[in-house]
């Protein structure tokens, strides 16, 4: 499977919505477990720092995808169609993790490689 037989809409969102692989794994434990998480546990979980693992937890509530919980915030997507799309995505990344990875990572990469050239010197100008 290659990035263009991602669903349109699931590859349209990653594109637009998703910042990075670890926001998906995120997501995704958030959505398996349903119990609250706090930041030390999920960059436990996932490697990360608590500094990293408090954005993505910031992030995804700001996404709609994340509610607080007495306990710190739990996956509740604020609208069905979130609920419906990760559902798909997770089966989608479950099945072809390498070519959802390569598409956000070929995003964030192309980001970059604009503010690089953005840098160039240029002989004679």
Not at 6 to 29: F, G, H, K, T, W
Not at 53 to 66: I, N, W
Request: charged share 20%; hydrophobic share 45%.
């Amino acid at each position: 499977m290659s990035s263009s037989a991602i669903p349109n809409d699931i590859r349209r969102y990653l594109m637009q919505c998703v910042p990075s692989v670890p926001y998906i794994e995120a997501v995704l434990l958030m959505r398996e477990s349903r119990q609250p998480w706090q930041a030390d546990a999920l960059g436990r979980r996932l490697y990360l720092g608590v500094d990293d693992a408090q954005q993505l937890l910031a992030r995804m509530h700001a996404d709609g995808l994340a509610a607080e919980d007495a306990g710190g915030l739990r996956y509740g997507p604020n609208a069905p169609e979130l609920e419906d799309l990760w559902s798909r995505l997770a089966v989608v990344y479950a099945q072809h993790l390498i070519e959802v990875s390569t598409l956000i990572h070929t995003k964030t990469s192309g980001k970059a490689q604009i503010l690089a050239d953005a840098f160039v010197w240029r002989k004679g100008k």
